[in-house]
């Protein structure tokens, strides 16, 4: 494994800003790492690029281990922070010089790198300029040219697309798509279709706790045994009818003639409801599962949290 993190807990007087999560990363996965603000993400991500000390538990990188050689995690780990550090006065290729000997990068190194990363991250027309003259979006560019100038096994990335409009994320999502694929990538947003687009799983923590750790595909069902069917008659029928179909656990009124139906088999009970339909000689006129977005799952798993 690229990272591992094991029973990571990190306590601020009385508060646990992360307490006790677990969780793996494989070299070539893109990690969505969700969960609302103030849920611990930034700091877990802090504490992987040994920016800070955790309170109890571990993290390592490519086996390392960030306590006892945080140097050396840090040779490996590329970090874009939320609020993208640049020196404005700075040009870019002046400032990636300067990343490259913050990085212990040797000359020939960084003569070798720059050019690299910035043609990987769309640059070259940009790189005689100074960032204070670049717009955000290539800012973000200038983030991740320095986050990846060292080659990094491990790129965390904490909201790289706050703020860009869409063309800018379009061109930040392939950006990140093309590096992944000989690295281990955690990504952080708030943007559930920056999630869908890029990421294999999805951790999810709230209040410091982690309380999912799934595959898009199981994300996107919701952790519910149940489906719900949305039947539309022509007119409202009896909901004793709908009952009484064996996969159907509970019905609910919507509006005339439309009923949602959890159910434990959608296939079984849509089978069922048109044979009831044919039975009892009822106009049938819709019948779908309903599609749950990843904004309502989220939401689900951290509002009551």
């Given at each position: 494994?690229?990272?591992?993190?094991?029973?990571?807990?990190?306590?601020?007087?009385?508060?646990?800003?992360?307490?006790?999560?677990?969780?793996s990363v494989q070299k070539g996965e893109i990690l969505?790492?969700?969960?609302?603000?103030?849920?611990?993400?930034?700091?877990?991500?802090?504490?992987?690029?040994?920016?800070?000390?955790?309170?109890?538990?571990?993290?390592?990188?490519?086996?390392?281990?960030?306590?006892a050689e945080p140097l050396m995690v840090q040779a490996k780990v590329?970090?874009?922070?939320?609020?993208?550090?640049?020196?404005?006065?700075?040009?870019?290729?002046?400032?990636l010089s300067f990343t490259g000997k913050a990085n212990k990068l040797s000359s020939k190194q960084i003569r070798n790198r720059i050019p690299e990363v910035v043609e990987q991250c769309g640059l070259i027309r940009e790189?005689?300029?100074?960032?204070?003259?670049?717009?955000?979006?290539?800012?973000?560019?200038?983030?991740?040219a320095q986050a990846l100038l060292h080659d990094p096994e491990v790129l965390i990335?904490?909201?790289?697309?706050?703020?860009?409009?869409?063309?800018q994320i379009l061109e930040i999502r392939k950006l990140i798509k093309d590096v992944s694929k000989d690295k281990t990538v955690i990504f952080s947003s708030h943007i559930m279709q920056?999630?869908?687009?890029?990421?294999?799983?999805?951790?999810?923590?709230?209040?410091?706790?982690?309380?999912?750790?799934?595959?898009?595909d199981e994300f996107e069902k919701g952790f519910k045994e149940s489906q719900v069917l949305i039947v539309e008659f022509k007119s409202d029928i009896s909901e004793s009818l709908l009952k009484g179909v064996a996969t159907v656990d509970s019905v609910t009124r919507e509006s005339e003639g439309k009923y949602a139906l959890e159910?434990?088999?959608?296939?079984?009970?849509?089978?069922e409801v048109f044979q009831l339909a044919a039975t009892n000689n009822l106009p049938l006129v819709g019948l779908q599962e309903e599609v749950r977005s990843l904004e309502d799952i989220f939401q689900s798993m951290t509002l009551d949290q």
């Open positions: 494994m690229s990272l591992v993190i094991q029973n990571l807990t990190k306590i601020y007087g009385q508060q646990y800003a992360v307490d006790d999560i677990s969780f969505g790492f969700l969960g609302p603000n103030g849920a611990g993400k930034s700091t877990t991500m802090k504490i992987a690029t040994g920016y800070l000390s955790p309170s109890m538990g571990s993290v390592k990188v490519a086996d390392i281990d960030v306590i590329g970090y874009l922070p939320e609020h993208n550090p640049l020196y404005l006065d700075m040009y870019v290729h002046e400032f790189q005689n300029k100074k960032i204070g003259q670049l717009s955000k979006g290539y800012r973000q560019r200038v983030g991740l990335l904490d909201e790289p697309t706050t703020g860009l409009d869409p063309n920056e999630i869908k687009a890029l990421c294999d799983r999805v951790v999810v923590i709230n209040k410091g706790k982690l309380i999912a750790d799934n595959t898009i159910v434990t088999n959608s296939e079984e009970a849509r089978s």
